[in-house]
């Protein structure tokens, strides 16, 4: 693999969970541009790393690892204040969990799920809490707080 395509995997990697990060930063989480960054990055590298070892089984391992492993950086950012009903921090862990598997598809160049998942990524962020709001007013379900 040459230097420009190990550029290209990480850098990619590394910017599609800033982008996430951005995202959340904007809506005031805790979880943001350099937090997202890093797991796209650290995702990626950990499969290009296994990718260079030779074993075809060590990359489908790692990519094993990685999703498992996440869910602990995400279940951090998952709150429920004492006496509250109300969960906070799902949406940020998706998209730290999300972020992984963004760094997996930059580490095994499939640019092509990269872009399409990115777009409909930002389809849910963007769009998401609007159609929400909408269909709570059409259930006559109260408001979120």
């Known amino acids: 693999m040459s230097t420009v395509e190990i550029v290209v995997r990480l850098g990619l990697a590394t910017l599609v969970g800033a982008a996430l990060g951005l995202n959340r930063e904007l809506h005031g989480k805790a979880t943001g541009v350099r937090t997202l960054g890093l797991v796209g990055l650290g995702a990626a590298l950990a499969v290009m790393a296994a990718t260079a070892t030779g074993d075809i089984a060590a990359p489908s391992r790692v990519m094993q690892g990685i999703v498992t492993g996440i869910g602990f950086l995400g279940a951090g950012v998952i709150l429920r ?6 969960v906070r ?9 999300l972020t992984a ?45």
């Open 81 to 86: 204040p004492a006496g509250g009903d109300r």
């Open 89 to 97: 921090g799902l949406t940020t862990a998706a998209c730290t969990w």
């Open 101 to 145: 598997a963004f760094g997996i598809a930059c580490a095994v160049s499939e640019w092509r799920f990269v872009l399409v998942s990115l777009v409909l990524a930002f389809a849910v962020l963007v769009l998401g809490g609007p159609a929400e709001k909408i269909l709570r007013r059409w259930l006559g379900e109260p408001p979120e707080p």
